[in-house]
């Protein structure tokens, strides 16, 4: 059977490469006679039929496996179907393993001769194989139905893993982490490169100006090379730097014929020429200055007959200089600080919104002790305005400090005669020359001490009409101040005094003569005492307004405290500190060099008074602030923020969600504030007289005292009201249930069950409870010990106008006052307790009992109605029992 399969193969081989019908052709026929069906086989040969190696290998694969899928179907007729002489065009029609199979098409090209009773036989033949191939594909799945089931859920599952994960819609279908991936990769790559790329052209082009420029390097150095030679008075050296200078501008721009060259070219050059000719203008104009400057100084020196020839030579000009170029410098400061108060944005700065101020205080106050306060807040106007006068003093002192130090040098060697032409054998001191030059140099001491003064004394801060000496004129309500607030300044004065100081010590060490240096301990004196008396004035405005930075936020830490302490804490210890600071800063006393350490500085007690004064007035302003805040207009508490979820933020950031308070109602408002006073009056007063009696070495312990009664004033007065609005409920309450209920304590009958009255009232106290503990949880016991005194005061006041009681009536007393005892027990008190003995007095004098009451019984069935009426209300009281 399998060498007959094998040579069916080689014929059928043979018949397709020959195009033949069959092993014997009886005729020849044309390759252009054959039918279409024998070329659309012949796609893949060459031009004679012929079929390359490799198309014989894979038609030979596609041949095996095109035989053993085309036998005949109904086992009639041996070998390929296709080889049928009734087999044409598309045998795709007649392949059973094709889509488009046609049985009709199959029968009439293969079955076209066969018989009927041949073609019943094939049919049943048909039908036995195809049950054959079902039977056997059954027992192959039978066999392996676990293999099927769990290739099938592994396929499932691996799939369904991968289409949730990676392989859909929003995950790009697995390129979406790897797109991120490449931009992040791209973002990057330009963050690293371009800085690279710019500083690499910023290089080249440096490089190249460097390059342009750097033949002409004596000519940019000439200004200061001709300043240092006149400060050290090497005029000669000076003036053949000027000739130099000449000459090379000359040969910067010498005088050329234009050159032939096209438009583009020229405008570049001659644009490149104008630029270069502005640079060198620019700085030939400053040397002109100078050098006219200079001349100037020397011929007014020149025309003074009482100088000699010696002194001439040697100090012809620095006196006048010194004073001139100090005059000018100070000049254009003023005007700098001038032109920034009147300037728009400076005005505009002054009428800022409240929450604005708050906002940006709160900004200020946390970055105070920071070295970049300077350039964190540089746009602020008020902060511009400091800046340009610590500017202007830093530049003055730095001018002092670079002239007068080489005067002194030259003045002291003139007094003592060692400029002269000729050396005499002895040297005799001339006063008229010690006098002339401890005179200019006390001149230009006196010239910066009236600058300071200019500066920092008369014009630091602008007084208002209605001051006199920092105190407001009386009956005259104090505005809200319109000037740079008091961390700001005292930010600054401590960089303006410290600069000044330095510079009075650094002048002090040059030993001069005459009392000169005194000018400066005297402008340090008043410096300090004038800057004592700034920041304790804008200390004072600060806190008479301080009010207006509460926002209700509560403490992280202490939930029923508001945020506003702890930001007058800090802003109050900082200007405390700043104060002394001024106070204190050491100065040289004497003309004699003195080292800092060597020293201490005594600090005046009219400046410890002062700041003691501005200390305690700025607590009790703020005091007040508080006391206003509480009682304020409902409506509109702060700018007419309302109620609502706050987040809790503290002074360094930070936000967590708190409780929810309504700071429109006076209640809410009322118990913070008492929360504030008593978190003031525990901790935060005493911590701050604490700082400073440490801070001045000063015991205030009298004033303490009589700022904590203060403090337990204001409590009082806030607690008694809150507890006077909240006791009208009861009162109300108890008056209509005692004396016009309708209740007639005489005859009325034996109790069933507690009067409603004491029901509603326990019930308001219930209210009052919840608002108190949503609030402020530590005045819990305090508020309903005193509701608990006031409501004991008004049943008795009622019931002392009841002129008699039965035993109904005095039962029915004895039930609710039991009740509202027993309900109230952990709030009473001796006080409470005292007029709970009053009221029974008070019923027994009134009770008229009647013939044949057994009081013990009646006394029984009260304790049990008692005993019910506690289990009944044991919920709705239960807030008022003590937790275990």
């Known amino acids: 059977m399998m060498g007959s399969n094998i040579r069916d193969i080689q014929d059928i081989e043979l018949l397709r490469h020959y195009h033949l019908d069959k ?81 009709q098409r199959y029968l009439y090209a293969v079955h076209a001769d066969t018989s009927y009773d041949d073609l019943c036989v094939g049919v049943d033949r048909l039908k036995a194989s195809i049950d054959q191939r079902s039977s056997a594909l059954k027992v192959l799945v039978q066999n392996n139905f676990d293999r099927f089931v769990s290739a099938k859920n592994v396929i499932d599952s691996v799939y369904d893993d991968m289409k949730e994960k990676t392989l859909n819609e929003t995950q790009d279908y697995g390129t979406l982490r790897l ?85 583009t070219a020229s405008t570049h050059s001659s644009t490149l020429i104008e630029t270069k000719r502005r640079v060198f203008d620019k700085v030939w104009s400053e040397v002109e200055r100078i050098v006219a400057r200079l001349r100037a100084d020397l011929e007014s020196q020149l025309e003074e007959p009482w100088r000699g020839m010696e002194e001439h030579e040697r100090n012809i000009n620095q006196y006048r200089w010194i004073k001139k170029i100090m005059s000018e410098s100070f000049d254009e400061q003023v005007i700098l600080v001038e032109e920034l108060r009147k300037s728009d944005e400076y005005q505009q700065s002054q009428n800022i919104t409240l929450h604005g101020r708050t906002a940006l205080f709160k900004q200020i106050l946390g970055a105070v002790n920071s070295s970049e306060f300077e350039n964190q807040f540089a746009k602020e106007p008020e902060v511009k305005l400091l800046v340009a006068i610590h500017t202007g003093v830093k530049t003055l002192s730095d001018l002092l400090l670079r002239l007068l130090p080489d005067f002194w040098k030259l ?93 009075v010590n650094d002048i002090n ?8 240096f005194m000018t400066l301990v005297e402008l340090m004196q008043r410096l300090r005492w004038k800057f004592v008396k700034v920041i304790c004035m804008s200390w004072g405005d600060d806190a008479r307004f301080f009010y ?23 802003f109050h210890e900082f200007c405390l500190r700043s104060a002394y600071k001024y106070a204190s800063i050491w100065t040289a006393p004497t003309e004699e060099a003195v080292a800092n350490d060597d020293v201490l500085t005594v600090v005046p007690e009219q400046f410890i008074e002062k700041i003691r004064g501005t ?61 504030n006073l008593s978190e003031l009056r525990s901790v935060t007063i005493p911590k701050m007289l604490t700082d400073f009696e440490k801070t001045c070495s000063m015991s205030i312990a009298g004033d303490g005292k009589a700022l904590i009664d203060i403090v337990d004033q204001l409590d009082t007065i806030l607690f008694d009201d809150f507890i006077k609005r909240k006791t009208v409920v009861a009162t109300r309450l108890i008056t209509d249930g005692i004396l016009y209920g309708g209740t007639d304590w005489s005859a009325c009958p034996k109790p069933t069950g507690v009067h409603a009255y004491m029901y509603e009232t326990l019930l308001s106290l219930v209210v009052v409870h919840a608002q108190i503990s949503e609030i402020a949880p530590p005045l819990v016991f305090r508020a309903l010990s005193a509701l608990l005194i006031n409501i004991a005061q008004d049943c008795l006041r009622c019931f002392q106008e009841v002129k008699r009681f039965g035993m109904g009536g005095m039962l029915q007393v004895t039930l609710d006052m039991e009740l509202m005892n027993h309900s109230l027990v952990q709030y009473q008190s001796a006080s409470s307790d005292e007029i709970l003995q009053m009221i029974y007095e008070a019923v027994d004098r009134a009770y008229h009992p009647e013939g044949g009451e057994n009081l013990q019984v009646e006394m029984a069935g009260l304790k049990r109605m008692l005993s019910e009426a506690k289990s009944s209300c044991y919920v709705q009281f239960k807030c008022f029992k003590k937790d275990k």
């Open 615 to 675: 200390f305690l007035d700025a607590l009790y302003s703020f005091l007040d602030g508080l006391v206003h805040l509480a009682f304020a207009d409902p409506e509109q508490p702060n700018n007419g923020e309302s109620s609502g979820t706050r987040l809790l933020e503290n002074l360094n950031g930070g936000g967590k969600k708190v409780k929810t308070i309504d700071i429109t109602q006076l209640d809410s408002r009322i118990l913070i504030t008492i929360s």
């Open 23 to 103: 092993t014997n052709p009886d005729t020849w026929v044309d390759e252009e006679d054959l039918p279409s069906w024998v070329h659309d086989d012949d796609i893949n040969t060459d031009h004679g039929g012929r079929v390359t190696p490799r198309e014989r290998r894979t038609n030979s694969i596609d041949g095996d496996f095109a035989l053993s899928e085309q036998t005949d179907m109904l086992g009639l007729v041996k070998g390929n179907v296709f080889v049928s002489k009734n087999v044409r065009g598309d045998t795709n029609l007649i392949s059973s393993t094709q889509k488009s199979f046609n049985p």
């Open 411 to 503: 003045a002291v060697a003139f007094m003592d005669g060692k400029i002269q032409k000729v050396q005499k054998r002895r040297t005799v001191v001339d006063p008229q020359r010690v006098s002339q030059s401890i005179a200019m140099v006390k001149d230009i001491i006196e010239l910066y001490s009236n600058e300071m003064t200019s500066i920092l004394i008369d014009s630091l801060v602008v007084q208002r009409p209605e001051e006199v000496d920092d105190e407001y004129l009386p009956g005259v309500e104090k505005p809200e101040p319109r000037r740079e607030s008091a961390v700001v300044m005292a930010v600054f004065l401590s960089k303006i005094i410290t600069e000044v100081s330095n510079c």
């Open 509 to 516: 060490g040059l030993s001069l003569r005459g009392g000169a």
């Open 179 to 263: 797109n991120a991936i490449l931009r992040e990769s791209y973002g990057k790559a330009h963050e690293v490169i371009n800085p690279v790329l710019e500083r690499r052209e910023k290089i080249d082009k440096l490089r190249s100006t460097v390059g342009l420029l750097e033949p002409y390097r004596l000519f940019f150095n000439l200004p200061n090379t001709l300043l240092e030679s006149i400060k050290q008075g090497k005029y000669q050296l000076a003036a053949r730097d000027y000739n130099k200078g000449k000459v090379l501008l000359a040969q910067a721009f010498p005088a050329t014929t234009p050159s032939v060259a096209s438009d």
């Open 548 to 570: 207006q930075h509460e926002d209700w936020t509560l403490q992280a830490e202490n939930s029923q405290v508001t945020l506003f302490v702890g930001l007058f804490y800090k």
